[in-house]
């Protein structure tokens, strides 16, 4: 057994100065390959969105960052939305309010299977609406969307397919929920923000942790210690002091929602291709 011991304090207190210079690097760099003109974001009010929309402008400038605000007054507290447009007005940047609750009823209408009670399944929409949205503004200003996943919610398979989860380009990726909030301390998001809960604003009242049942700082303890550390699960409580119960049930989520990381799912062409150019070779013998 291990005699070390971590804590969260080992995860968090890191070098914020080369976190922000290393993922401005790979902003710029990744931005002129790609040949497009700016970034845009997706602002929600909450931490995650916060970090990334202030690490776009720190990095390639005000001019080149567009951001998108897009409550759903039926799930979106007003503070939510105050926050995001206060923070985009704090660096001087552009942005836009795109309220999507009749997009959202609009769909449910139309699909012969759909209902508001469907609170999974509608949430979800909310999700995949927005990302249409933020692609739309993409193409119109030649654009990259900018993801706002953070690495815990990223090996959690916290996130909508194609929703908050799908983007151009997902610097924090590299950093767990608990850093993700010291690194806007660093970066100078309002702590009003850097301290609020965790919430995908999905339906009323959606809170990340209650949904989840874990805490964020036991979450990112236990993928510390397996994925960085590399220590075998037996052991990984009596070295985080996070319960056995706890390390069990995130390491489940994570191996149960690998499919939402994997991307999509395609048969091997070889046997369909080798058909083919079987019968094109015959045609070629027969002359």
């Known amino acids: 057994m291990f005699s070390l011991r971590i804590s969260i304090d080992d995860i968090v207190n890191i ?15 990744s931005l002129a390959a790609s040949g497009m003109k700016g970034f845009v974001v997706g602002v929600s009010g909450g931490v995650d969105s916060a970090v990334a929309y202030a690490l776009a402008v720190r990095s390639v400038g005000v001019d080149r960052v567009f951001a998108v ?14 926050d995001a447009v206060n923070l985009v007005e704090g660096f001087g940047g552009r942005y836009d309010v795109v309220e999507i609750s009749d997009i959202v009823d609009a769909y449910v209408k139309k ?36 993801g706002t996943s953070d690495r815990s919610e990223y090996l959690l398979g916290y996130f909508t397919k194609y929703g908050d989860g799908a983007s151009d380009i997902a610097p924090l990726i590299v950093l767990f929920k608990t850093q993700v909030r010291r690194f806007g301390e660093f970066l100078g998001v309002p702590q009003k923000i850097v301290k609020k809960p965790s919430s995908p604003r999905l339906w009323p009242d959606h809170l ?44 489940h989520r994570y191996s149960t929602t690998i499919h939402k990381r994997s991307g999509v799912l395609m048969p091997d062409p070889k046997p369909v291709v080798e058909q083919i150019v079987s019968s094109v070779y015959q045609k070629i013998r027969r002359g």
Do not use: Q, W
Not at 69 to 82: A, G
């Open 15 to 29: 070098d914020y100065g080369f976190v922000e210079s290393y993922l401005s690097r790979f902003l710029r760099s």
């Open 69 to 82: 605000v897009m409550p759903d007054k039926n799930v979106t507290p007003d503070d939510d939305v105050k």
């Open 111 to 146: 699909i012969p299977v759909a209902s508001h009670g469907d609170v999974l399944a509608v949430g979800n929409l909310r999700a995949r609406i927005r990302m249409c949205i933020l692609y739309y503004y993409a193409n119109k200003f030649n654009y990259l969307v900018l």
């Open 208 to 251: 990340a942790e209650k949904e989840l049942g874990l805490r964020y700082e036991d979450i990112d303890l236990v993928f510390f210690a397996f994925f960085d550390l590399g220590l075998p699960v037996n052991e990984i409580p009596s070295v985080t002091g996070v319960s056995d119960d706890v390390v069990k049930k995130v390491l």
